[in-house]
Protein backbone atom coordinates (compact mmCIF):
# COMPACT_ATOMS: atom_id res chain seq x y z
CA UNK A 1 0.00 0.00 0.00
CA UNK A 2 1.18 3.20 -0.74
CA UNK A 3 0.11 7.09 -0.06
CA UNK A 4 0.65 9.72 -2.62
CA UNK A 5 1.33 13.05 -1.44
CA UNK A 6 0.84 16.19 -3.18
CA UNK A 7 1.74 19.47 -2.48
CA UNK A 8 1.07 22.55 -4.28
CA UNK A 9 2.94 26.04 -3.14
CA UNK A 10 0.17 28.32 -4.04
CA UNK A 11 1.46 31.38 -1.98
CA UNK A 12 4.52 32.10 0.02
CA UNK A 13 3.46 29.65 3.03
CA UNK A 14 0.14 28.66 1.49
CA UNK A 15 -0.10 25.31 0.94
CA UNK A 16 -2.71 22.67 -0.26
CA UNK A 17 -2.21 18.92 0.17
CA UNK A 18 -3.78 16.18 -1.55
CA UNK A 19 -3.19 12.96 0.11
CA UNK A 20 -4.66 9.31 -1.23
CA UNK A 21 -3.84 5.83 -0.01
CA UNK A 22 -3.68 3.24 -3.32
CA UNK A 23 -2.10 -0.15 -3.89
CA UNK A 24 -0.88 1.01 -7.37
CA UNK A 25 0.51 3.98 -8.87
CA UNK A 26 -2.91 4.60 -11.06
CA UNK A 27 -3.04 8.24 -9.08
CA UNK A 28 0.40 9.29 -9.88
CA UNK A 29 -0.11 8.27 -13.45
CA UNK A 30 -3.57 10.37 -13.32
CA UNK A 31 -1.64 13.26 -11.57
CA UNK A 32 -3.43 15.79 -13.69
CA UNK A 33 -6.90 14.69 -12.58
CA UNK A 34 -5.79 16.56 -9.04
CA UNK A 35 -5.47 19.28 -11.21
CA UNK A 36 -8.56 18.76 -12.69
CA UNK A 37 -10.13 18.52 -9.71
CA UNK A 38 -9.28 21.33 -8.02
CA UNK A 39 -8.80 23.87 -10.79
CA UNK A 40 -4.53 24.45 -12.20
CA UNK A 41 -3.56 25.98 -8.79
CA UNK A 42 -1.66 29.44 -9.62
CA UNK A 43 0.33 31.74 -7.10
CA UNK A 44 0.54 35.50 -7.88
CA UNK A 45 3.63 36.79 -8.66
CA UNK A 46 5.76 39.08 -6.29
CA UNK A 47 8.16 42.09 -7.12
CA UNK A 48 11.24 42.51 -5.37
CA UNK A 49 9.44 44.43 -2.33
CA UNK A 50 6.75 40.96 -1.91
CA UNK A 51 3.68 43.16 -3.27
CA UNK A 52 1.68 41.26 -6.18
CA UNK A 53 2.73 42.51 -9.67
CA UNK A 54 -1.28 41.39 -11.48
CA UNK A 55 0.51 38.37 -12.68
CA UNK A 56 -0.52 34.72 -11.50
CA UNK A 57 2.13 31.46 -11.95
CA UNK A 58 1.62 28.40 -11.83
CA UNK A 59 1.74 27.09 -8.43
CA UNK A 60 4.78 25.03 -7.70
CA UNK A 61 4.14 20.90 -6.54
CA UNK A 62 5.84 18.37 -5.06
CA UNK A 63 4.95 14.56 -5.49
CA UNK A 64 6.08 12.17 -2.41
CA UNK A 65 5.27 8.59 -2.97
CA UNK A 66 5.28 6.95 0.79
CA UNK A 67 5.69 3.10 0.83
CA UNK A 68 3.46 2.84 3.99
CA UNK A 69 4.44 -1.17 4.55
CA UNK A 70 7.60 1.19 5.69
CA UNK A 71 6.22 4.06 7.39
CA UNK A 72 6.95 3.76 10.80
CA UNK A 73 3.89 6.32 11.81
CA UNK A 74 1.31 4.54 9.84
CA UNK A 75 2.22 0.78 11.26
CA UNK A 76 2.06 2.20 14.70
CA UNK A 77 -1.19 3.52 13.94
CA UNK A 78 -2.37 0.05 12.14
CA UNK A 79 -0.68 -1.49 15.12
CA UNK A 80 -3.20 0.49 17.61
CA UNK A 81 -6.07 -0.10 15.83
CA UNK A 82 -6.00 -3.79 15.55
CA UNK A 83 -5.46 -4.16 19.44
CA UNK A 84 -8.17 -2.18 20.48
CA UNK A 85 -10.46 -4.09 18.13
CA UNK A 86 -9.72 -7.12 20.16
CA UNK A 87 -8.80 -5.49 23.88
CA UNK A 88 -11.41 -6.85 26.38
CA UNK A 89 -13.74 -4.68 26.94
CA UNK A 90 -14.08 -1.90 30.13
CA UNK A 91 -16.90 -3.25 31.90
CA UNK A 92 -14.75 -6.39 31.90
CA UNK A 93 -12.12 -5.04 33.77
CA UNK A 94 -14.26 -2.87 35.79
CA UNK A 95 -15.98 -5.95 37.07
CA UNK A 96 -12.41 -8.02 37.47
CA UNK A 97 -11.32 -4.49 40.17
CA UNK A 98 -14.12 -4.73 41.77
CA UNK A 99 -13.77 -8.96 42.43
CA UNK A 100 -10.12 -8.29 43.08
CA UNK A 101 -11.06 -5.54 45.94
CA UNK A 102 -13.06 -8.54 47.69
CA UNK A 103 -9.75 -10.37 47.68
CA UNK A 104 -10.41 -12.60 43.98
CA UNK A 105 -7.78 -11.40 41.88
CA UNK A 106 -8.03 -14.53 39.51
CA UNK A 107 -10.62 -12.81 37.02
CA UNK A 108 -7.84 -9.34 36.84
CA UNK A 109 -5.26 -12.13 35.85
CA UNK A 110 -7.28 -13.23 33.29
CA UNK A 111 -7.75 -9.95 31.70
CA UNK A 112 -4.11 -9.13 32.02
CA UNK A 113 -3.61 -12.05 30.30
CA UNK A 114 -5.82 -11.47 27.68
CA UNK A 115 -4.27 -7.68 26.90
CA UNK A 116 -0.70 -9.19 27.23
CA UNK A 117 -2.21 -11.89 24.57
CA UNK A 118 -3.49 -9.06 21.99
CA UNK A 119 -0.19 -7.49 22.50
CA UNK A 120 2.15 -10.41 21.53
CA UNK A 121 -0.63 -11.51 18.69
CA UNK A 122 0.15 -7.31 16.98
CA UNK A 123 3.72 -6.18 18.28
CA UNK A 124 4.73 -2.34 17.97
CA UNK A 125 7.02 -2.17 15.12
Not at 41 to 48: I, K, T
Amino acid sequence: MFKLKVTFQNSPGIESVYTSETSDFSDIIAINSVSEKWGLPERPELDEMGQPTGVMLPAEYSIEIIDLDQDPEYLLQQCHAKRQAEYPSLGEFADAFVKMQNGDSSQMEAYVAACMAVKAKYPKP
